[in-house]
């Protein structure tokens, strides 16, 4: 079944215990490298999925992490990412400029292909792990301005605005589907149509 026409109407209940038995496997951190390793093999994909070994995870289910993340993103980020998680006006225009317009953080963007510890990465460093450091980035890097704790709690806010489909394409990036909406069962969602590296991680993970 394509990627595409996976939704919490054409999932098997059967799949979606599957879903949930995987994110609370004991063998989470082999599950990250058999995952890994599979999303670079398929590196056409798409979707930059990084390893991710890390403990770094952004809650968006703990409303207080949340709240404080809306803040610190309000005070920080808002900028040039937009306050409403816009991004920059023509952020997705490939032109001499391309790259140096601050991303959507919203649905229409593409932070959601990326794990945790990527989009921590990002965020304290201005890079992507694994990105060689010859290649300019224009991200600042926020290490001496904000904390950890901190940085985690702009990303869970900037999670929690995600649909449940979107949320549960990205867990499929974090260490044992960490982050996987625990009411996925409970409510209608449908997966992004391009969430192959997504779909591919879930596979290998719910062996």
């Known amino acids: 079944m ?5 939704s919490s109407e054409t999932m098997t209940p059967f799949s ?28 056409s994909s798409g979707i930059y999925a990084e390893p991710s070994l890390s403990s770094h995870f952004a809650d968006a289910d703990n409303t207080a992490i949340v709240s404080a993340g809306w803040r610190i993103y309000s005070e920080n980020c808002s900028s040039c990412h937009g306050r409403r998680l816009q991004g920059q006006a023509l952020w997705q225009l490939q032109d001499q400029y391309a ?5 959507a953080h919203d649905a229409s963007g593409h932070t959601w292909q990326h794990s945790d510890e990527a989009l921590f990465q990002m ?9 060689p450091l010859i ?11 904000l904390s950890d704790g901190d940085i985690l709690a702009v990303i869970a806010f ?17 260490p044992g589907l960490k982050g996987m909406p625990a009411n996925i069962g409970d409510v209608p969602w449908t997966l992004p149509p391009n969430c192959s590296a ?8 719910s062996r």
Do not use: D, Y
């Not at 038995?21 to 390793?37: C, H, N």
């Open 158 to 174: 900037i999670k929690s605005n995600w649909p449940i489909g979107l949320r549960a394409s990205q867990a499929m990036l974090n």
């Open 198 to 205: 997504s779909f591919q991680n879930w596979q290998q993970s």
């Open 123 to 131: 965020t304290k460093f201005g890079r992507f792990p694994g990105t």
């Open 99 to 103: 790259g140096r317009r601050a991303p």
């Open 135 to 145: 290649l300019m980035s224009h991200m600042p890097a926020f290490e001496q301005q």
């Open 16 to 43: 979606i215990v599957t879903i949930r038995s995987a994110a609370v496997s004991s063998m989470r951190s082999l599950l990250a490298v058999v995952v890994w390793a599979t999303a670079t093999a398929l590196g």
């Open 2 to 6: 394509p990627c595409e026409n996976w």
